[in-house]
């Protein structure tokens, strides 16, 4: 049998040699293979969560004093085990261990431990670490010190911290931080309020707290705010008060003023006359910060204030926490809530449209005035508005034109009626018949004068304020009553002689007289000094009054119809509006002679007339004092009905009935026009 080739056996050896190569490496391939996917596996179930950063593993202060370390979730682990542990002399210690079923864990640690090692380990067979860490259990902001100053609204605080260690200013609620307002690297922090502030203004109270924290490389520390400031709405609100006026128009004036500290606000009005501030609202501090002053008479200068209490029912200024500026309210002509007098019985309607007659108004019965429209006044009868011509009307003065002028009505109390200084008997220093009503219990006067004129002397009354000066008013409307009393008793009065002695107690050297009327004469004391003696030879008053001139009675009292009568003629003359003193004329007001007419007038008689003419008002040349309407209609008067004030009177309060003396009834029921009426305790009707 043939021997098989050397060479083929070779061959074949060879081919199983690398067919078991190719066996081990693919053996190996496959086991690493396995491993990989293994691994791939643990990694995407496990090792994608392990190794957490230090904004994901946080050891966070509570107010306890313990803290909660959290740490990111790891997918797939129901428990973690944490453990703390401290390092001393004496070598390792287990302070804290404990298994948790959530990726937090409460130590329950009362007061610092400083320096230690945190460490978090999955639960169970596969336990793998997820933090190793030093850590610093203990708070890095101390000695922390408030201070709020009232003055500025600015809180500010100081503190020390650790190393590292940064300071957060919180908002707290219920014991917890709702929101940080800011985060500070230094050891001093200032918090401002307001619209432009850090912190808007609370609603009741802030509570601030501090608290610092710490960015380590395993583990972020975030310390409890336990530095708290409580700050109410009332401690931030400031004490400067500033007020908003608006002239509504009408002598109506509404003031707005921004919040305050205060439990409550109280609007004042300045009481000239006691010389005190009066409370004339109360504003709670929740209510709508505004105040609308009732309608206020017209010319008249009002002084408000605002101030804000610090508690309900303090009456010193001391316990006023904010004060606002005065605030001055200069008021205009207004109608409203005048007295008027109809100088004929007039048909009343009922609106100024004159839609419909509702009644009729009595002559020379005082009104008051509700509104005012188309050239008609609304009046109050009756409890109702009736509208009448306000043309036919007169009004008075001094509540139509106020402290605009000044008024004395010296006819209601104590006439200055004389003969060139000399007494006119029966009406010098008394009440003129028709007068004895026109001086009421308050100090002031009814003064009547028609309303278109009375708008004239307005104008003259600013032209004089421009100037410096001020209208002092005698006499406006003169009862027919007055004028034929006057009349008859000085025309008795022409023939009589002239005392020797004037009546107003003035020398006779002082005053322009007759030639040679006066004589003097030196008279030896017993005491040896001399003394002069003025006596005036044989005058009447005729002689005084117009003498050799062209005037006569007529010239200076109206036998029949005065224009005062008609109420179109006004006496008065000028003061000094910064002092009230009275300016000298050529002679003393109502001095019934011939040295009060205007060609005698001197510089501040011409003054006064150049004032008055360029109002629209004429002088009569026989009395510089006297002024009249030319251009208003005669309207005839009662001449029987003296002028009287008594009536129903209206203001934004209610309704009151006043006595001719000017005073009102009060606490009591009373009959009026048939009609019984109930008033309360300051006159007012208890409706």
């Known amino acids: 049998m043939p021997q098989p080739k050397r060479g083929y056996r070779g061959k074949r050896h060879k081919k199983r040699m690398l067919s078991r190569v190719r066996a081990t490496l693919l053996s190996m391939a496959a086991t690493l293979a396995l491993v990989l996917a293994l691994a791939l596996v643990w990694w995407?179930?496990?090792?994608?969560?392990?190794?957490?950063?230090?904004?994901?593993?946080?050891?966070?202060?509570?107010?306890?004093?313990?803290?909660?370390?959290?740490?990111?979730?790891?997918?797939?682990?129901?428990?973690?085990?944490?453990?703390?542990?401290?390092?001393?002399?004496?070598?390792?210690?287990?302070?804290f261990q404990a298994t948790v079923e959530t990726n937090s864990c409460t130590l329950p640690f009362t007061a610092d431990i400083g320096e230690c090692t945190l460490s978090v380990r999955t639960d169970g067979s596969l336990s793998r670490s997820i933090l190793k860490a030093n850590a610093n259990l203990s708070s890095g902001l101390s000695n922390a010190s408030w201070y709020f100053n009232e003055d500025t609204?600015?809180?500010?605080?100081?503190?020390?911290?650790?190393?590292?260690?940064?300071?957060?200013?919180?908002?707290?609620?219920?014991?917890?931080?709702?929101?940080?307002?800011?985060?500070?690297?230094?050891?001093?922090?200032?918090?401002?309020?307001?619209?432009?502030?850090?912190?808007?203004?609370?609603?009741?109270?802030?509570?601030?707290?501090?608290?610092?924290?710490?960015?380590?490389?395993?583990?972020?520390?975030?310390?409890?705010?336990?530095?708290?400031?409580?700050?109410?709405?009332?401690?931030?609100?400031?004490?400067?008060?500033?007020?908003?006026?608006?002239?509504?128009?009408?002598?109506?004036?509404?003031?707005t003023w921004n919040e305050t500290a205060g439990s409550r606000?109280?609007?004042?009005?300045?009481?000239?006359?006691?010389?005190?501030?009066?409370?004339?609202?109360?504003?709670a501090t929740d209510a709508e910060r505004t105040y609308t002053t009732p309608h206020l008479d017209s010319f008249t200068t009002y002084t408000y204030r605002i101030v804000a209490e610090d508690s309900q029912g303090a009456e010193a200024e001391?316990?006023?926490?904010?004060?606002?500026?005065?605030?001055?309210c200069e008021t205009e002509a207004s109608a409203i809530y005048c007295t008027v007098w109809p100088m004929l019985s007039l048909t009343a309607y009922s609106d100024s449209e004159k839609t419909q007659k509702v009644g009729t108004v009595s002559a020379m019965k005082a009104y008051c005035v509700l509104d005012e429209a188309?050239?008609?006044?609304?009046?109050?009868?009756?409890?109702?508005?009736?509208?009448?011509?306000?043309?036919?009307?007169?009004?008075?003065?001094?509540?139509?034109?106020?402290?605009?002028?000044?008024?004395?009505?010296?006819?209601?109390?104590?006439?200055v009626f004389t003969v060139h200084e000399f007494e006119f008997p029966g009406v010098s220093g008394e009440a003129v018949t028709g007068f004895e009503n026109m001086a009421l219990n308050d100090g002031t006067f009814a003064t009547p004068l028609m309303y278109p004129?009375?708008?004239?002397?307005?104008?003259?009354?600013?032209?004089?304020?421009?100037?410096?000066y001020r209208l002092r008013i005698?006499?406006?409307?003169?009862?027919?009553?007055?004028?034929?009393?006057?009349?008859?008793?000085?025309?008795?009065?022409?023939?009589q002689t002239i005392p020797d002695e004037t009546w107003t107690g003035k020398s006779l050297s002082e005053l322009e007289m007759p030639a040679n009327s006066v004589t003097t004469e030196a008279i030896v004391n017993e005491d040896g000094t001399m003394t002069l003696k003025e006596t005036v030879s044989a005058l009447t008053y005729a002689d005084v009054m117009y003498g050799?001139?062209?005037?006569?009675?007529?010239?200076?009292?109206?036998?029949?119809?005065?224009?005062?009568?008609?109420?179109?003629?006004?006496?008065?003359?000028?003061?000094?509006?910064?002092?009230?003193?009275?300016?000298?004329?050529?002679?003393?007001?109502?001095?019934?002679?011939?040295?009060?007419?205007?060609?005698?007038?001197?510089?501040?008689?011409?003054?006064?007339?150049?004032?008055?003419?360029?109002?629209?008002?004429?002088?009569?040349?026989?009395?510089?004092?006297?002024?009249?309407?030319?251009?208003?209609?005669r309207v005839t008067s009662m001449s029987s009905v003296p002028v009287s004030i008594e009536g129903w009177k209206q203001d934004v309060y209610g309704r009151r009935y006043r006595l001719a003396d000017g005073s009102y009834y009060t606490d009591c029921t009373v009959t009026i026009s048939g009609r019984e009426y109930d008033f309360n305790s300051n006159g007012y009707l208890i409706e």
């Open 44 to 95: 995407l179930l496990w090792g994608s969560s392990i190794g957490v950063s230090s904004d994901g593993c946080v050891l966070a202060e509570q107010a306890d004093g313990s803290m909660v370390l959290t740490w990111n979730e790891v997918k797939g682990v129901e428990s973690y085990v944490v453990k703390v542990t401290w390092n001393d002399e004496e070598g390792s210690k287990n302070v």
């Open 265 to 283: 606000y109280v609007v004042q009005q300045y009481d000239e006359d006691g010389g005190s501030w009066i409370d004339v609202a109360y504003i």
């Open 374 to 415: 188309n050239g008609m006044f609304g009046v109050l009868v009756d409890g109702e508005t009736w509208y009448i011509d306000s043309y036919t009307c007169m009004i008075n003065l001094t509540e139509y034109l106020g402290d605009l002028c000044s008024y004395d009505i010296t006819n209601s109390y104590d006439s």
């Open 318 to 328: 001391s316990s006023y926490i904010a004060i606002s500026e005065d605030i001055v």
């Open 548 to 633: 050799g001139s062209s005037y006569h009675l007529s010239s200076f009292l109206a036998a029949k119809t005065s224009r005062h009568n008609v109420g179109v003629a006004v006496d008065l003359t000028l003061e000094d509006a910064e002092t009230g003193e009275e300016l000298l004329m050529q002679t003393a007001m109502h001095d019934l002679s011939q040295y009060s007419i205007t060609d005698r007038n001197d510089a501040n008689a011409n003054t006064l007339a150049s004032i008055m003419n360029a109002a629209g008002l004429s002088s009569l040349v026989s009395e510089w004092w006297h002024f009249q309407d030319d251009d208003v209609d």
């Open 453 to 468: 004129v009375a708008d004239k002397l307005m104008d003259a009354a600013q032209m004089a304020l421009s100037a410096g």
């Open 153 to 255: 609204n600015v809180l500010s605080a100081t503190y020390t911290l650790t190393d590292g260690a940064t300071c957060h200013v919180c908002l707290m609620e219920d014991g917890k931080v709702a929101d940080e307002v800011m985060t500070v690297d230094g050891d001093f922090v200032q918090i401002t309020f307001g619209e432009d502030g850090d912190l808007p203004l609370p609603e009741s109270e802030y509570t601030i707290g501090l608290c610092d924290s710490r960015a380590g490389k395993d583990v972020s520390y975030i310390g409890y705010a336990s530095a708290t400031y409580t700050l109410s709405r009332q401690q931030l609100l400031g004490k400067d008060m500033e007020v908003e006026v608006e002239d509504e128009d009408g002598n109506v004036y509404t003031f």
């Open 474 to 495: 005698y006499e406006s409307y003169r009862p027919a009553v007055a004028t034929q009393m006057l009349y008859s008793m000085a025309t008795s009065l022409l023939s």
